[in-house]
């Protein structure tokens, strides 16, 4: 089992940036390979970065590819998101999840664990 809980939401302006964490139970972390979701509202989850239980694979959607960065520290059970260049289209939750396996994925099915999300709010 792993447990998982995102921090580090909020409000910022477009253009601007944030840095979510996901912290995990269990002293099995780098045996999963994790990813980040998000979901707006009336929308589906869609995935936006992953990454392998090393951190030497990273996984992107296109529209995380130029303004967001994801890593991990296994020896401190966390994995964090840099996103920079906030849109108002990034408004959503966010969720962390992993995998076990060692290479993330893009499909939500793929998931064994899902945290409860962070609000993520992008305005003006």
């Known amino acids: 089992q792993v447990q998982l809980v995102e921090s580090g939401g909020g409000l910022v302006q477009p253009g601007g940036s944030l840095r979510l964490s996901c912290a995990a139970s269990?002293?099995?972390?780098?045996?999963?390979?994790m990813g980040w979701f998000r979901q707006a509202p009336g929308k589906e989850r869609e995935f936006v970065i992953g990454?392998?239980?090393?951190?030497?694979?990273?996984f992107y959607a296109d529209f995380a590819k130029d303004r967001f960065t994801i890593s991990r520290d296994n020896a401190k059970n966390t994995m964090y998101l840099q996103m920079n260049s906030l849109k108002l289209e990034d408004t959503a939750i966010y969720y962390c999840?992993?995998?076990?396996?060692?290479?993330?994925?893009?499909?939500?099915?793929?998931?064994?664990?899902w945290g409860q999300g962070t609000q993520v709010t992008v305005s003006s």
């Open positions: 999840a992993a995998r076990k396996t060692d290479l993330p994925d893009y499909d939500v099915d793929d998931y064994d664990y």
């Open positions: 990454i392998s239980w090393s951190g030497g694979s990273k």
């Open positions: 269990g002293r099995t972390f780098g045996n999963y390979a």
